[in-house]
């Protein structure tokens, strides 16, 4: 599925193949949160990194989170690139150099319709601000931090996978 995504001034315009559209994960650890706003939370989907396609970007900026590991006295740089537009600061994709093959729209930035999932996931809760509210529920499958289970395996196993 061909999906389209822009930021809010309209400056930057991309477009990407998707095999999993389903926004169905919500993520609340705090570089999510801070950096692409929404209820306390971002919803990543993955495209195929060979079609994305973008115009305008000499207005994509590019940021790395500091992270601090456990125990761990420095801080290091994340190798999660989140691309956002530097004139409205909209959050468009992210991207990471040890999965080349896979880019992640934020949903918040797709403009092409999308289903709607019969179910979610919410992740990173240990991370939620106390202010988020994190769906309970049949229909809400909780984790702590990350899942086993990829955005690809998760519609695979839902026969949710678009050819």
Request: hydrophobic fraction near 35%.
């Amino acid at each position: 599925m061909r999906l389209d995504g822009s930021c809010h001034c309209g400056a930057v315009k991309f477009s990407v193949e998707s095999h999993t559209p389903q926004p169905y994960m919500r993520c609340y650890c705090s570089i999510c949160r801070k950096t692409a706003g929404g209820g306390g939370y971002a919803i990543n989907i993955m495209g195929d990194t060979a079609t994305l396609k973008v115009r305008g970007l000499e207005n994509v900026s590019i940021y790395r989170a500091r992270i601090k590991e456990p125990d761990a006295k420095r801080q290091t740089r994340s190798q999660g690139r989140r691309h956002f537009c530097a004139k409205c600061g909209s959050a468009l994709w992210a991207w990471d150099p040890r999965w080349k093959e896979w880019v992640y729209p934020f949903a918040s930035a797709i403009d092409t319709p999308l289903p709607k999932p019969a179910a979610e996931v919410e992740i990173m809760i240990d991370y939620a601000a106390p202010w988020a509210e994190v769906p309970e529920g049949a229909k809400h499958e909780h984790f702590r931090e990350y899942p086993n289970e990829s955005i690809a395996d998760w519609h695979k196993k839902r026969g949710l996978e678009i050819a």
